[in-house]
Structure formats: C-alpha cells, structure tokens
C-alpha cells in the first residue's frame, strides 16, 4: 500500500532540541558528580561543567555550520564529496565503531545499574540483550519514529528530575559547597574532560540532515539543546555535593540516583524513589541508545550499500552485545568508558572541525 | 462501482415486453418476493412493475404509481413520486428491484423507469448502547443507511456536507458513503480515502468493521486506527475538525478517520459541559487508561522483584494477605485476570434477565469465595476490581478492548524482569505507537510530533471560546471555526 504523508516526518526545531538533549542525556550523567568529586575540592565542579559546557555548544555551532553545507544530502555523501571516498569510507567506519561502543557502554552500564537498584538477582547477560532487543525494535522502525519517541520520553525524565531536585532541597547542607574556588587551575580542566563525556552525542544530528527541515534554525535550537543536560549536570552536581559532601561523593558509583533514594516523596507511598527514578532514566538511556544504534547503522550503508537497515541490524545486533559482554572488571568497564570519551573528542570535535575546514578551502558545497 | 472489470458489453434492455420480463424473472431465478404484476393504461400501453415484496413501499405503489399507470391517458405515463430515472441497463435495473427500488417496463420501449420506494421495517433510532452519555443528545445511529446520513445531515445544515455514495461489495452490493465537509477536509486525505476504499473487493461488506479492517495502515497492531462511534454527535463534530466519515448501511456502527491516540480519550460530553470539569474528567481518564493496563504489572512486580520499593508497613500486610496462597504473584494475578476477562465475556452473551446473576457470581463467589479459600490474596482483588473499574471508563469501546491484551503482554514482561520489564515493555508499546500512522498521520500527534496549538484540547479541554482554530495536525483548509 502506498503510504502518503503530510510532511511531519520532516525534523523542525523543536525537534532537534529534544534529539540533541535526549542523546545527550544518559548515563554520563549518572555518573559525572563522582568523577568530578574525585579531584576537585569542594564544589568547584561547576567551572568545569559550564566549561565543558561551552565547549561542547562551541562544537554545536560547528556541527550545525556542516549541516547547512549537506544541501539535503546525507553525512557520508558529503564528506564523499569534499574529501574522497576512501577517506569519507574511513570517517564513516570511525563513526560507526563509535556509535557501536556508545551503545555498547549504554547497554553494559544498564545492566549494571539495574543489578544495583532494581533485578538483584537477574544475571547482567539478560538483563543485556532484553535491553539491547527493545534498542534494535525501536530501531528497526522509521527514523521519523525514533525522533518522535524523543519528544515522548523527554519530557518524561526532566519531570521526575524535577520532581527528585524540588524533593531534595531539603536534604541539601549548603555548607557542604564550601569552601569556593579552591582547586588548582589545571585540575579543572581535567575536571572539564570528565564532563565532556557526559555532554557527548550532539553529534547525532549529522546523521539526520535528509530530514531536517530546510528552514529550520539549527544553531538556536541546538544550543537549546545542549543546554538542558547542561543545567541538569549542574544542578545534580551540585545537588550531590551539598547532599552527600565531596568526599562522600567521590565514593558513590552513581550519584544521580544516590540523590534520588535519599529523596522522600510526602504521601510514603514509594519507599525507594530511587528504583522509579531509575526506571524513567532508563526511557532516556533507551532513546540515546537507539539513536546511537541508528547512527551506526547509517554509517555501515554507508559502507556497505547493497545493506538493507534491517540486515544491518542483524549484523550490529551481536557485535555490540558481544562488545557490552568485553570488560568484566570495574576497571575495563571504565576503560571502555575512557575509550569512547577519547574517540568521542575526535567525532564530536576534531573530525567536524577539520571537516568545516577542508569544506571552507576547498569552496566545495557552501551555500550562498 | 467494483463491477467494470469484464470487457463483455453489458446487457441490454430489449424492446420486447415479454421479452424483458422473462429475462428478469429468470435472472431473479422465479424469486417469489419479486412482485410482477403488468397493467393496460387508458390509453393502451401495457406496463410491467417489479418491485421485491417486504423492500418497497407498498402504499406508494398501489395508490400513485399504478393508479397514475392506468389512468394515464399519454403514450408515456407522467408518475407523480419524487424519485424517478431511467435505466437500460439490465444490471442496474435489477440492483434496483433488489434493492427495494420499483422498475417499470414499457411496451416497445427498451428503457425502464426506476421510481424510489425503498421502504422496510427498520429500528427506531434509540439512544447508543456502547457510548452513552449523562448530559448529550440520546439518538444513535441505526441500521439504516438513509436514517443515519439523514443525522448527520439534522446536525450541519452546511450546503457542503458532502455524501460520497459507492455500493460495495460483489454480492452485498452495500451502501458506503464517504461523508466530509468540503472547504475543511484536507483534499490530500480525502483523495487517499477514496483511493483505499476502491481496492475493497470482497463479496460482502459485512458491516463497519470489514471496511475498518480493509482501510487500516497497520495490520499487525492491536490500536484501533480508524474510530467507529454510534453518536452521530461525535461523526458530525469530527467532520468540523476535517475529519472523514464513512456511513456504511447495515450496522450502527460508522467510522471517523484518520484518528490519534489521544482522541480516543476523548468523549463528546467534554464539549457539552464547564471546561474545568471536562479537564479534570479527561485528566482521570488518562489515569484510568494508565492503571488498566499497568497495574496488575506493578502488582506482580512489587510482590517477586521489589519488595523494598513499598513502605514498609504496606509490605508486611501485603505479605501478610498473601500468605497461605500457593502460588507466586504471577499465577495469580493471571488467574484472576483472566477470570475477569470471562465474566466480562458471559455478562455479553447471557440474555439481559438472567445478567445480573453474572454480578452475584463474579462478586460473591470468585472474589469472596476465593479468598475464603486461600487460592488468591484480598490484596489481588482489589487490583483487579480497579483494573476492571479503570478500564471500563474509557469512553471508546474498541481502544478499551486493545489496552485489555495489552495488559496481559505487560504482566508477563513484569513477571519476568519486575519493574525493568515494565518499563521495557512500555517503551516498546511507545516505539509502537510512535512507528503507527492512521492515513498518514502520527498516531502520536499532536504529542509528538508536536502541534502546540492543538494541545488546547488534548489533556486540557480549553473554554470554547479559546478553541478558535481547527485541529492543526488536520491541516484543513479552513482554519478557523470564530472570527
């Protein structure tokens, strides 16, 4: 049956907002209050968060100068076409190895997390694939589906993250943020590298360019976009902080839902907020994933053409499983996590940046 | 008309009398409720009428018709009714006699007159069994095809209500009209109605619900992407809203399309009465809509997984209840649920004098008995019962009838990974709903995609005076419903 449509298939601002937000906001910002903890004094976390903050919108308005280069066109055709295809070959299979290990850490840090706070005794290896399963459904939809599924899961999360923050204020001791501006210069900007990593992915919306609708503000919105996980890092850095004090924190594997738990909702019907809060998060963590997923999968018909999306869902489908199952320790857990932050600076950085340079000298693809 | 496909010449008419009638009895196969009778005018033509006994109007034809047959002294009889044509196609001149219609035949005259008498027993209009309301208009729709267009018809005295008739059906031949306003519908929308409607080829259209089932974008999902409504009320609304309407004939039941999610939380009443209360009612609603199908999940789930997650004092008289029951939580709540899912099912079909014993039976001996007997926990029948009650107060029948599977979908995702699976299972019922288009549209609009504008009347029922504009996720050509 022929399908016809009324163009709302098609991204508007609105839309990029909540994409870049929802891709944005997973599991970095779990645990990003501990990382920042460990080495910075008091709660001078902020400077790093705001910092790594306009860095990653500084990379925003990168991302979205490319996107008006695209001329309609996917990613890959026009790196094809500004640079050659091998080389457009190679960027699109860093791509796709990034996204892929993206997923793979959501999925791993889901099963995790869920052993910690919800299913005590469920092996992680379920807990895995039934995760990574409903990624691959929501993915093997349209693409159209998946932006939709953003607007419908964010406002979702910022509730019960507003409902959590408004709860915790009478927790919080002040006192505890004290004394301001202590730490060294250099260990903010280290302190600003953890926080990147939580603010990665807005990258994404160089894989949606085809639907973006011509009109459409991109910069504004994407700075909206970035925005809001920035604040939301902010307030629960500074929430757990002034909660738990700085060397309290630094301790705590998960923060973010630390807060939560600590949190008592008047009425005692829910004992434990922190199990609901986690539930909700993982609506989040599921639409990061998923686009993540789709990005990759984009980025493998980019390689390999003749790729039907669902083939090449067959085909990711194990190798991330197989990836999230790699480390079994803490520490490999966090090496894979170090590892993505790493090529995350390339993707959502350097390779945008170089990009936008080689498209400005060569003149190829600009627009008015 | 689905009949053209034959490249044969469609038979004629012939010029001889007896000719015709032969030919018609004998493609009627000597029917005896085909009425025959043939009469000599004044002037000497001799006429044949046909016409199915029990279809047509019989005063009609006894005291007009043939009484202006053979008192006409002209060559060619003037009838004195209001609905007349002519016909020389064998084909329609026999769909016409069957379908309650009155044929005339001529000497020497190869065409026949068909005169309107379609007239049979029908039901009154009464007020809608599935849909009703406390403050609204009583009727609904009937079987009948003419007596429903005609309210619709009663409620926009638009001179642009448009009745697209086809007859449907190889061998029903149905009456199907596409019913919109022109000037709101969206001209894409309606093109793609008709273009849906003419692949149905089936030799019965056997009410709505085959032309619901033919039409609908996605086979495999339990939604209902086009409403069916017994409330002419809600069809002549919907068509304000640039909606279309199909009116078919045979069934009470007509259909609005394309439809969203959220519209099936809507009910006419929201428009009748104060705003505030219509907001809050709707507000319940989508509670009541949340809680029939999540809750025996979150029962399962808090009694195996999450015990920790109640307080404390709620935990110990949960466990408490249950103690002394032999099964875990899941077989329960499956029982019980499913015995629910019976009684409904029995309350349906039992003659309406002896239903109320379905109510002693549900209530006294499977709940109390129940737990008399230790086989399910006190706690467990209060889930139920406000499963039961939450589902039964949504306004639409069918939408109801899909989140009652749902349900059991989602218990066995809870029984397995408690709470995680709960809400796994919801997003893939999110994934689902945000990959399902209703003739093209979101089924998620205008949540998502997001129309702010309509979202006046989506959770929140705006006053009236508010509602200027017409649904924008519609894209109607008329925009506005007030200056």
Same mark, same amino acid.
């Given at each position: 049956?022929?399908?016809?449509?009324?163009?709302?298939?098609?991204?508007?601002?609105?839309?990029?907002?909540?994409?870049?937000?929802?891709?944005?906001?997973?599991?970095?910002?779990?645990?990003?209050?501990?990382?920042?903890?460990?080495?910075?004094?008091?709660?001078?976390?902020?400077v790093?968060?705001?910092?790594?903050?306009?860095?990653?919108?500084?990379?925003?308005?990168?991302?979205?100068?490319?996107?008006?280069?695209?001329?309609?066109g996917?990613?890959?055709?026009?790196?094809?076409?500004?640079?050659?295809?091998?080389?457009?070959?190679?960027?699109?299979?860093?791509?796709?190895?990034?996204?892929?290990?993206?997923?793979?850490?959501?999925?791993?840090?889901?099963?995790?997390?869920?052993?910690?706070?919800?299913? #005590?005794n469920?092996?992680?290896?379920?807990?895995?694939?039934?995760?990574?399963?409903?990624?691959?459904?929501?993915?093997?939809?349209t693409?159209?589906?998946?932006?939709?599924?953003?607007?419908?899961?964010?406002?979702?999360?910022?509730?019960?993250?507003?409902?959590?923050?408004?709860?915790?204020?009478?927790?919080?001791?002040?006192?505890?943020?004290?004394? &301001?501006?202590?730490?060294?210069?250099?260990?903010?900007?280290?302190?600003?590298?953890?926080?990147?990593?939580?603010?990665?992915?807005?990258?994404?919306?160089?894989?949606?360019?085809?639907?973006?609708?011509?009109?459409?503000?991109?910069?504004?919105?994407?700075?909206?976009?970035i925005?809001?996980?920035?604040?939301?890092?902010l307030?629960?850095?500074?929430?757990?902080?002034?909660?738990?004090?700085?060397?309290?924190t630094?301790?705590?594997?998960?923060?973010?839902?630390?807060?939560?738990?600590?949190?008592?909702?008047?009425?005692?019907?829910?004992?434990?907020?922190?199990?609901?809060?986690?539930?909700?998060?993982?609506?989040?963590?599921?639409?990061?994933?998923?686009?993540?997923?789709?990005?990759?999968?984009?980025?493998?018909?980019?390689?390999?053409?003749?790729?039907?999306?669902?083939?090449?869902?067959?085909?990711?489908?194990?190798?991330?499983?197989?990836?999230?199952?790699?480390?079994?320790?803490?520490?490999?857990?966090?090496?894979?996590?170090?590892?993505?932050?790493?090529?995350?600076?390339?993707?959502?950085?350097?390779?945008?940046?170089?990009?936008?340079?080689?498209?400005?000298? !060569?003149?190829?693809?600009?627009?008015? | 008309?689905?009949?053209?496909?034959?490249?044969?010449?469609?038979?004629?008419?012939?010029?001889?009398?007896?000719?015709?009638?032969?030919?018609?009895?004998?493609?009627?196969?000597?029917?005896?409720?085909?009425?025959?009778?043939?009469?000599?005018?004044?002037?000497?033509?001799?006429?044949?009428?046909?016409?199915i006994?029990?279809?047509?109007?019989?005063?009609?034809?006894?005291?007009?018709?043939?009484?202006?047959?053979?008192?006409?002294?002209?060559?060619?009889?003037?009838?004195?009714?209001? #609905?007349?044509?002519?016909?020389?196609?064998?084909?329609?001149?026999?769909?016409?006699?069957?379908?309650?219609?009155?044929?005339?035949?001529?000497?020497?005259f190869?065409?026949?007159?068909?005169?309107?008498?379609?007239f049979?027993?029908?039901?009154?209009?009464?007020?809608?069994?599935?849909?009703?309301?406390?403050?609204?208009?009583?009727?609904?729709?009937?079987?009948? &095809?003419?007596?429903?267009?005609?309210?619709?018809?009663?409620?926009?005295?638009?001179?642009?209500? !448009?009745?697209?008739?086809?007859?449907?059906?190889?061998?029903?031949?149905?009456?199907?009209?596409?019913?919109?306003?022109?000037?709101?519908?969206?001209?894409?929308?309606?093109?793609?109605?008709?273009?849906?409607?003419?692949?149905?080829?089936?030799?019965?259209?056997?009410?709505?619900? &085959?032309?619901?089932?033919?039409?609908?974008?996605?086979?495999?999902?339990?939604?209902?992407?086009?409403?069916?409504?017994?409330?002419?009320?809600?069809?002549?609304?919907?068509?304000?809203?640039?909606?279309?309407g199909?009116v078919?004939?045979?069934t009470?039941?007509?259909?609005?399309?394309?439809?969203?999610? &959220?519209?099936?939380?809507?009910?006419?009443?929201?428009?009748?009465?104060?705003?505030?209360?219509?907001?809050?009612?709707?507000?319940?609603?989508?509670?009541?809509?949340f809680?029939?199908?999540?809750m025996?999940?979150?029962?399962?789930?808090?009694?195996?997984?999450?015990?920790?997650m109640?307080?404390?004092?709620?935990?110990?008289?949960?466990?408490?209840?249950? #103690?002394?029951?032999?099964?875990?939580?899941?077989?329960?709540?499956?029982?019980?649920?499913?015995?629910?899912?019976?009684?409904?099912?029995?309350?349906?079909?039992?003659?309406?004098?002896?239903?109320?014993?379905?109510?002693?039976?549900?209530?006294?001996?499977?709940g #109390?008995?129940?737990?008399?007997?230790?086989?399910?926990?006190?706690?467990?029948?209060i889930?139920?019962?406000?499963?039961?009650i939450?589902?039964?107060?949504?306004?639409?029948?069918?939408?109801?009838?899909?989140?009652?599977?749902?349900?059991?979908?989602?218990?066995?995702?809870?029984?397995?990974?408690?709470?995680?699976?709960?809400?796994?299972?919801?997003?893939?019922?999110?994934?689902?709903?945000?990959?399902?288009m209703?003739?093209?549209?979101?089924?998620?609009?205008?949540?998502?995609?997001?129309?702010?504008?309509?979202?006046?009347?989506?959770?929140?029922?705006?006053?009236?005076?508010?509602?200027?504009?017409?649904?924008?996720?519609?894209?109607?050509?008329?925009?506005?419903?007030?200056?």
């Amino acid at each position: 049956m022929k399908i016809f449509d009324y163009g709302d298939n098609q991204i508007g601002s609105r839309e990029v907002s909540t994409t870049v937000s929802s891709i944005m906001i997973g599991i970095g910002i779990l645990t990003l209050p501990s990382l920042l903890a460990k080495h910075i004094q008091a709660s001078d976390g902020w400077v790093s968060i705001l910092a790594a903050g306009l860095i990653a919108g500084a990379c925003g308005l990168v991302v979205c100068r490319l996107l008006r280069r695209f001329q309609g066109g996917t990613f890959h055709s026009f790196t094809a076409r500004i640079t050659t295809r091998p080389i457009a070959m190679l960027i699109s299979a860093i791509y796709g190895v990034y996204f892929l290990l993206y997923v793979a850490f959501e999925v791993r840090s889901i099963a995790r997390i869920s052993r910690m706070y919800l299913l #005590e005794n469920t092996p992680t290896a379920f807990i895995a694939i039934a995760f990574l399963l409903v990624v691959v459904y929501g993915v093997s939809g349209t693409t159209a589906a998946v932006i939709r599924l953003n607007t419908m899961f964010l406002p979702i999360v910022l509730l019960i993250s507003v409902v959590v923050l408004l709860f915790g204020i009478q927790l919080t001791n002040v006192d505890n943020l004290k004394p &301001f501006m202590t730490t060294r210069p250099f260990e903010l900007v280290s302190g600003t590298k953890d926080a990147t990593f939580a603010l990665l992915g807005f990258e994404v919306l160089l894989f949606y360019a085809p639907l973006l609708k011509p009109a459409v503000r991109t910069e504004k919105a994407m700075l909206i976009g970035i925005a809001i996980p920035v604040v939301l890092c902010l307030l629960t850095y500074l929430y757990s902080i002034a909660i738990f004090t700085q060397a309290a924190t630094a301790q705590i594997l998960f923060p973010t839902v630390e807060i939560a738990k600590e949190v008592r909702l008047p009425g005692q019907f829910f004992e434990r907020l922190e199990s609901i809060f986690f539930t909700v998060w993982i609506m989040t963590i599921f639409n990061t994933s998923c686009m993540a997923m789709e990005a990759s999968v984009s980025c493998l018909q980019a390689i390999a053409s003749k790729l039907d999306k669902r083939w090449c869902l067959l085909i990711l489908c194990p190798v991330a499983y197989f990836l999230n199952m790699l480390p079994e320790t803490m520490m490999q857990y966090k090496m894979l996590g170090s590892v993505i932050s790493t090529i995350g600076y390339g993707t959502a950085a350097a390779i945008p940046i170089i990009l936008l340079a080689v498209a400005r000298l !060569r003149g190829g693809g600009s627009v008015g | 008309m689905s009949d053209t496909q034959s490249a044969v010449p469609p038979a004629m008419l012939t010029m001889d009398l007896r000719e015709n009638i032969a030919l018609i009895r004998a493609k009627l196969g000597n029917a005896s409720d085909l009425l025959v009778s043939e009469h000599r005018s004044k002037s000497g033509i001799l006429y044949a009428v046909f016409c199915i006994d029990g279809l047509s109007s019989r005063p009609l034809i006894q005291e007009h018709l043939l009484e202006a047959l053979i008192g006409s002294d002209a060559d060619n009889a003037q009838l004195p009714v209001q #609905e007349v044509r002519t016909s020389d196609l064998l084909d329609e001149v026999l769909i016409a006699i069957l379908s309650g219609d009155t044929a005339v035949l001529s000497e020497d005259f190869a065409c026949a007159r068909i005169v309107g008498t379609k007239f049979w027993n029908s039901r009154s209009v009464e007020e809608p069994q599935t849909e009703a309301l406390i403050r609204g208009p009583r009727d609904g729709f009937t079987e009948d &095809f003419r007596t429903n267009t005609a309210l619709v018809r009663r409620r926009l005295r638009d001179p642009n209500l !448009r009745f697209e008739t086809f007859q449907l059906g190889r061998r029903s031949r149905t009456d199907v009209a596409v019913v919109y306003v022109e000037g709101i519908v969206n001209d894409k929308l309606l093109q793609e109605v008709r273009r849906r409607i003419h692949t149905i080829d089936v030799d019965e259209v056997a009410g709505s619900g &085959f032309i619901e089932q033919w039409l609908t974008d996605n086979q495999l999902s339990p939604f209902p992407q086009i409403m069916s409504t017994e409330r002419p009320d809600k069809l002549s609304a919907a068509l304000l809203q640039g909606k279309v309407g199909i009116v078919v004939d045979n069934t009470p039941f007509q259909l609005i399309l394309p439809m969203t999610l &959220f519209s099936f939380f809507h009910s006419p009443e929201d428009y009748y009465q104060n705003w505030i209360i219509s907001t809050a009612i709707r507000v319940m609603r989508f509670g009541a809509a949340f809680l029939a199908t999540f809750m025996p999940a979150f029962y399962i789930a808090l009694t195996e997984f999450h015990h920790g997650m109640l307080p404390s004092e709620l935990a110990f008289s949960i466990a408490g209840s249950r #103690e002394g029951v032999p099964f875990p939580s899941v077989v329960e709540a499956f029982a019980m649920e499913a015995t629910l899912e019976l009684l409904r099912e029995a309350g349906i079909r039992l003659p309406r004098p002896i239903g109320q014993t379905i109510g002693i039976v549900g209530g006294l001996v499977i709940g #109390e008995a129940a737990v008399r007997a230790g086989i399910v926990s006190p706690i467990m029948v209060i889930v139920v019962a406000i499963t039961a009650i939450s589902s039964f107060s949504l306004p639409s029948y069918t939408f109801a009838i899909s989140l009652r599977l749902l349900r059991f979908l989602i218990m066995v995702s809870a029984a397995l990974f408690g709470l995680y699976g709960i809400v796994l299972a919801y997003i893939m019922l999110n994934v689902h709903i945000a990959n399902l288009m209703s003739f093209g549209i979101p089924y998620s609009t205008p949540f998502a995609p997001t129309f702010l504008a309509d979202w006046k009347d989506l959770i929140l029922r705006a006053p009236l005076r508010l509602l200027s504009g017409r649904p924008k996720m519609m894209r109607t050509k008329d925009k506005n419903r007030m200056k």
